[in-house]
């Protein structure tokens, strides 16, 4: 949690504002108290980040250790702070064959009463299917 205080010191010099601090102050999420950083970290494609004391960052980080360590590392996934990523679920990359294949494979989820749109993404149980097919 992120608490913003706007604090004006309200001393003039012939009308004109002297001063204007602005305080931000990171909450740790876990606990209440102070939080030293922002943690980042994904699970299941779903980003997430949470504000922390270096105390319970610390705890999160023993506690995500004996998987980190035999995890395979996939990249860094960086987070961008106010934009929300895009999540990605499937059974891996896109497979086609263009616009034939697609063709193809639409014609033939259709014969066999496949439920499959005109255009977009095709399944990738119905691409299985076809590819198990032929």
Do not use: C
């Amino acid at each position: 949690m992120v608490i913003y205080h706007d604090a004006e010191i309200n001393a003039y010099d012939e009308g004109t504002l002297m001063a204007r601090q602005t305080i931000t102050v990171l909450t740790d999420d876990l606990d209440g108290g102070t939080a030293d950083e922002s943690v980042s970290f994904a699970l299941d494609g779903v980003q997430y980040e949470i504000d922390l004391s270096a105390k319970n960052a610390e705890k999160l980080r023993k506690a995500l250790a004996p998987y980190v360590d035999n995890a395979t590392r996939v990249g860094r996934g960086g987070v961008v702070p106010g934009r929300r990523g895009r999540t990605v679920r499937g059974s891996g990359p896109a497979v086609g064959g263009g616009r034939e294949q697609n063709k193809a494979i639409r014609d033939w989820a259709k014969q066999t009463g496949k439920d499959v749109s005109d255009r977009g993404r095709i399944p990738a149980s119905v691409v299985a299917e076809f590819q198990a097919a032929h």
